[in-house]
């Protein structure tokens, strides 16, 4: 039984008084994931907020030397910054994303959130297992400023679980969000389908923060308004940290 209580008091408390950190938020962080099957790496590195129109604390900025990496797989110089900021219940939230989906053209989206699971990465010390429900208003605009420009309303959906990841960099327990970005109107029963929402499983490793993305869809140009009987995409290979 010993055994079975220090995994459980390491997944939910830390065990004592301080609690597990699974997102360090540490500028200058930069570590590499390798996709299965294909080995192309993806390059993380926690930066300081590109714009000042914002109060996040950091960036995760993601890039890749080969074309047919994570993250937009198949866009040479595809890139991605993540504005991340902690609520007072220490939940990590995303603010806005800047995308350079089809380089050197940048295009901003502003997540203006209606509760404090829109956009949930990384939830409060301690949350139970179980399903996390959040909106927002999102906005899109060229550039990389603010964008008050209305889009789409999005349902959010944190689906937290405490698994075992195996990554090369860690092994062991671990906090997986498996993350929905679905545009409104959505039928809860179509939140699996990639031509409806986003879907990837993030995996988070104590005190060490991102060790794991494996996407269950990809972007194509129709999104989020694809008419029905359009092929979905093939879904790109899971990535996993090597240092």
């Known amino acids: 039984m010993k055994p079975l209580l220090a995994m459980l008091c390491l997944l939910l408390s830390g065990c004592g008084n301080t609690p597990i950190t699974y997102f360090p938020s540490k500028i200058g962080q930069k570590w590499d994931m390798v996709a299965d099957e294909t080995g192309d790496i993806t390059h993380f590195e926690i930066v300081p907020p590109p714009t000042s129109d914002h109060a996040d604390s950091v960036n995760i900025h993601i890039t890749k030397t080969q074309a047919r990496a994570y993250w937009q797989n198949g866009t040479p110089g595809a890139e991605l910054w993540w504005g991340m900021r902690q609520l007072s219940d220490r939940r990590w939230v995303a603010d806005y994303s800047i995308a350079n989906f089809d380089p050197p053209n940048l295009m901003r989206f502003d997540y203006l959130h209606f509760d404090s699971n829109s956009y949930m990465v990384v939830p409060p010390p301690n949350a139970p297992a179980g399903d996390y429900y959040g909106y927002s208003q999102d906005t899109w605009c060229a550039g990389n400023s603010y964008c008050p ?75 989020p308004n694809c008419p029905p009987g359009t092929p979905p995409p093939p879904i790109p290979p899971a990535i996993r940290r090597i240092n």
Not at 187 to 195: A, F, G, Q, R, V
């Open 149 to 223: 420009t209305s889009w789409v309303k999005v349902m959010w959906l944190s689906r937290i679980s405490y698994p075992t990841v195996d990554t090369p960099a860690y092994k062991g327990p671990a906090l997986l969000n498996e993350e929905y970005e679905c545009a409104q109107p959505i039928d809860l029963s179509e939140i699996n389908n990639p031509l409806k929402c986003a879907h990837e499983l993030w995996y988070f490793a104590p005190d060490i923060g991102l060790v794991e993305i494996a996407p269950k869809w990809e972007a194509v140009p129709c999104d």
